[in-house]
């Protein structure tokens, strides 16, 4: 599990590593995920974003930001359940298996939405970005699973 956690993580903040030029300043990435920002500098260095593709990539960065918003609120709320259970029932009950069949729903759908959003930055970005990009998403997936 906590490898599955680790590569949502890490899709993540590859999916808001093109963003860094529209994101740059603003106090509430700041502050919430220092982690992040700092990610988001190196790929945008990486990738050499231009301002075109920033204000391109910053249209598709709404409707990710709404569906991540509404799948970790589904993950939030699941656990509070699994918590409930718990508290409930102990470690192993019919409500324990629904409650985590939940949990796995919203980060698998997570997971997908994150390499959805790759798929659609993919449009905007270079052939050379696109690789790069790759390579990265890859490397750190592969560091993921102890490769």
Do not use: C
């Not at 259970?85 to 298996?97: L, Q, T, V």
């Amino acid at each position: 599990m906590k490898n599955i956690t680790q590569i949502i993580f890490f899709l993540i903040i590859i999916a808001l590593a093109g963003f860094a030029g529209v994101w740059i300043g603003q106090s509430t990435l700041i502050n919430s995920n220092q982690e992040a920002v700092d990610m988001h500098f190196i790929f945008h260095d990486e990738l050499n974003v231009t301002t075109q593709q920033e204000q391109q990539l910053s249209d598709i960065e709404k409707e990710y930001k709404r569906l991540k918003a509404l799948y970790q609120g589904q993950m939030k709320t699941a656990n509070l359940e699994l918590a409930q259970a718990i508290n409930d029932d102990g470690y192993e009950s019919p409500e324990i298996e629904a409650v985590i069949h939940k949990i796995h729903q919203a980060m698998g759908a997570l997971q997908k939405l994150s390499l959805k959003h790759l798929a659609d930055m993919q449009k905007i970005l270079s052939d050379e970005q696109n690789k790069k990009l790759q390579e990265m998403v890859v490397e750190q997936l592969e560091r993921n699973a102890g490769k």
